[in-house]
Structure formats: C-alpha cells, structure tokens
C-alpha cells in the first residue's frame, strides 16, 4: 500500500514538473510589436495586450510577442508600416494616413461624413480590404484593419459651433482628406501625429486638436483644450484607419500550425474587436472632461448639413481622382459605403 502511494506521488510528481518544464521552456519564436502609442494607452493595454497574451495562449507558449510601445525600437510613426515590411519588427500597429497615398483605396473610409460608429466602420472596411486592398498591401501579412470612433474637435480658446467659428483657426488634420475638409470651412490644416499634440496644443502651434475622445485622457488633451465639439448625425464627421500587419518572412517562417493561430486571430473578427474597443474607448474621455469642467456642444441639424454640403467636393475629387488612376472611384465609394449600412445593421448601434 506505501509503495503504491509512493509511486502515484512519484508520478504525480514528475507530471507537475513535466507541465512546468513545458510551460517554461523556451518559446519557438519571439515577435517584436511595435506601436507609437504609451502603454498607458488604450490601444496598448485593451488591444496589443490581450492580443499578444491570447496568441502565446493558443501557442501554448511557442509564440511569445514583446511589445514596445512608444516606438522604442527607434524610428518616427510614419516609418513604422516600412518597419514591418523590412522587418525592423515582426508586428506593427499604425495609422495608414501617416503615408499619403500610399493606400489611395483606403481613402474612401477617411471621406467626411463615411463613418459610423467604430465597431461596424471597422468590419466594413476589413471586408473592403479583403476584396479591394490585396495590391496595396500586398508587402506586408494583414492581420487586421480597422477605424477608430468618429473625431470631434477639441478647442484651446473657444467653443466650436457654427463653420464661422472655424475660420482662421490652426487645426490638426488627421490625414489628407480631412485636411482639405477643414480647408473648406477656412481652417489651416496642420498635420502631424498624435503624440505630437500636447506640445502643439501647448505651444499655440495647433488651436484645436481634430480627433476621437479616445486618446483624450491617456494624452492629457482635457486639459490643454477644454471645449469640446461633436459632428453628429446619420454620419460621423471622420475616422481614420490603422493597419495591424506583420513582415511577410515573419509569418511564412512558422510552421502551418502556428500560422493558423495567428489567422485565428486575424480577419473581420478581430477588425470587430478593434472597434469595439475603440467605441469603448471614448467613455473614459468623456469622463475626464466632464470631470475637468469642460464645455460640450453638439453642432445643429442645420450646421451638419451646410458641413456636409461644403465638404462634398473632397469626395467628389477623391472619386475623379481614382477614376483617373482607372480604379474605379465611383465603384469603390458605393461599395465602402454599402459596406457601413451592412455592418451598422449587424452592430445595430447607428
């Protein structure tokens, strides 16, 4: 009878040091991720993390993913999409409007007034991709794309409400299109990346910040610009794309196994997710700038439409524009914009 419990601690024994040598042997390949945001950041912490985790996870520990934020692997956030198609990292995250014209099909999603509500913007455009976007990334494994929640404008001095207010001012410009949409009601665009907005906002360089109430708080922006002014109706006043991609070597080098558990997390699946957290990740601002005192104005029905009017010739030279490049603007407009009303209905949340 002692033997027999002898032996079946014995065994027990080597089977929790068999699981654990398992468990802490080294992974079969490491990744880099790269992104420019902070770790503090909800892409950081609500997106790059979990993903990564989940990853190792269904790798049971062969891939293991180090990410560094903050673009410590050197290099400006303009760089990072060459920095994944050279692999200087395995993984990047970042935004597509860092490159003007490099991703012209794109373009239809960073018209004024395409937008919805992330989650379904970010599955519109994922499927958009899949069928129109193959020779535009056809350097880089896509994981996912997505779209964060439509921007608003955040004010150092006053209260936004009419396009007369806008005359004049100095405003940030997320991406080409939206710089000559800000252009129509008489800003000056001045564009540059995120990150770089609290010394902008600071120093008088930009007067509003033109973006989502998302990177509000991690960025401190609540307290630099304390008027805030939403673009609501049927339609967002913008979004802008990100492109979650990884170095095509990287991903032909794992085996089939491990290339499936990155497709398992890839697609319009993970597109939703993305999304989501992006609409998620809205509240938190709100909160802040409630918090901070700050003044709230949504433009009038009557506004949004004069908005709207002014800023159509921006869609209508995108669609000549790609029509020239024989590319079928107008085809690709209603199939981006088809795309929104089919996955608006599936989220359900107009």
């Known amino acids: 009878m002692k033997l027999k419990k002898l032996l079946l601690t014995l065994g027990l024994t080597l089977g929790s040091l068999t699981a654990f040598t398992a468990q802490a042997a080294e992974p079969e390949f490491t990744l880099k991720l790269h992104h420019f945001l902070t770790p503090l950041s909800p892409t950081h912490q609500k997106l790059m993390v979990p993903w990564a985790d989940k990853v190792m996870k269904e790798s049971n520990g062969r891939i293991k993913i180090d990410i560094y934020p903050a673009m410590q ?11 994944a198609r ?9 935004v597509g409007g860092y490159t003007p014209g490099r991703f012209p099909k794109a373009g239809a999603f960073e018209l004024p007034f395409m937008p919805v509500n992330a989650e379904a913007t970010s599955m519109a455009l994922q499927e958009y991709a899949d069928k129109e976007m193959q020779d535009e990334l056809s350097d880089v494994h ?6 964060h929640a439509p921007g608003a404008f955040h004010s150092r001095d006053k209260l936004i409400k009419t396009a007369a207010d806008v005359d004049g001012l100095k405003m940030r410009a997320p991406n080409k299109a939206m710089a000559e949409a800000l252009s129509t009601l008489g800003a000056s665009p001045v564009f540059m990346p995120v990150p770089t907005l609290p010394s902008a906002l600071s120093k008088g360089v930009v007067d509003v910040a033109v973006m989502p109430f998302e990177v509000v ?58 999304g989501y957290e992006f609409d998620q990740a809205e509240l938190p601002g709100y ?53 929104i009303e089919k996955y608006k209905k599936v989220v359900n949340k107009p």
């Open 287 to 339: 909160d802040v700038s409630k918090k901070e005192g700050n003044k709230f104005y949504t433009i009038s029905p009557e506004e949004y439409a004069s908005w709207k009017a002014k800023m159509q010739p921006i869609t209508d030279d995108w669609i000549a524009d790609m029509n020239d490049e024989g590319k079928d603007g107008t085809r690709l407009y209603k199939e981006a914009n088809d795309l």
């Open 142 to 147: 896509l994981i996912a794309i997505h779209t």
């Open 217 to 274: 708080n991690p960025l401190k922006i609540h307290q630099l610009a304390p008027n805030h002014t939403e673009i609501k109706g049927d339609r967002g006043l913008y979004t802008q794309f990100f492109l979650f991609v990884m170095n095509k070597k990287t991903y032909d080098s794992l085996p089939a196994d491990l290339q499936k558990v990155i497709d398992n997390n890839s697609g319009l699946d993970e597109a939703r997710r993305m």
């Open 73 to 83: 692997l050197g290099g400006k956030p303009p760089q990072l999409f060459d920095q």
């Open 86 to 94: 050279k692999g200087v990292a395995d993984i990047v995250w970042t």
